[in-house]
């Protein structure tokens, strides 16, 4: 990775433009060629240095609710459990842990009232009843950044 990656890594990250042609202003910014930011970004993700380019939004200010649920579901069920909660579109993280309560879960929803229902929904398709909705109470990180 040489000089160039890291102004390009730290701008990426801090200031992205939202522009018809992002990868071009980024270019004109590094004073370097548009295919040159595409080829950068590319080998780094092939490195695994990227995972994703993305925004990150303020789900509230946009009228959606947030939860992480934990769910205590018995072995036989377990398969059936995760293919539904994996079947709900607000569904972003999904995974076993080594507890009583051994399925974890984090669900976004536009409204308190989806919540609900979507949490019903899954109790009432799989049967199982002990989920947990752990709603967060302050926001302690929104923005995680890396100087290069």
Same mark, same amino acid.
């Given at each position: 990775?040489?000089?160039?990656?890291?102004?390009?890594?730290?701008?990426?990250?801090?200031?992205?433009?939202? *522009?018809?042609?992002?990868?071009?202003?980024?270019?004109?910014?590094? &004073?370097? &060629?548009?295919?040159?930011?595409?080829?950068?970004?590319?080998?780094?993700?092939?490195?695994?240095?990227?995972?994703?380019?993305?925004?990150?939004?303020?789900?509230?200010?946009? &009228?959606?609710?947030? *939860?992480?649920?934990?769910?205590?579901?018995?072995?036989?069920?377990?398969?059936?459990?995760?293919?539904?909660?994996?079947?709900?579109?607000?569904?972003?993280?999904?995974?076993?842990?080594?507890?009583?309560?051994?399925?974890?879960? *984090?669900?976004?929803?536009?409204?308190?009232?989806?919540?609900?229902?979507?949490?019903?929904?899954?109790?009432?398709?799989? &049967?199982?009843?002990?989920?947990?909705?752990?709603?967060?109470?302050? *926001?302690?990180?929104?923005?995680?950044?890396?100087?290069?």
């Amino acid at each position: 990775m040489d000089d160039t990656d890291k102004k390009l890594l730290n701008l990426i990250q801090e200031d992205f433009p939202i *522009t018809a042609a992002p990868f071009s202003e980024v270019a004109d910014r590094l &004073g370097i &060629g548009e295919a040159e930011v595409r080829e950068r970004i590319g080998r780094l993700k092939e490195e695994g240095i990227i995972r994703r380019i993305g925004a990150v939004f303020d789900l509230r200010k946009l &009228g959606f609710t947030s *939860t992480l649920c934990a769910a205590r579901v018995p072995e036989e069920k377990m398969a059936a459990f995760v293919g539904t909660v994996n079947a709900c579109p607000g569904v972003t993280h999904n995974y076993r842990r080594e507890h009583d309560y051994n399925i974890w879960f *984090t669900l976004i929803v536009p409204g308190e009232e989806e919540l609900a229902a979507t949490l019903a929904e899954i109790k009432q398709k799989t &049967g199982i009843d002990d989920i947990l909705s752990l709603r967060a109470t302050r *926001t302690f990180k929104i923005n995680a950044r890396f100087d290069v």
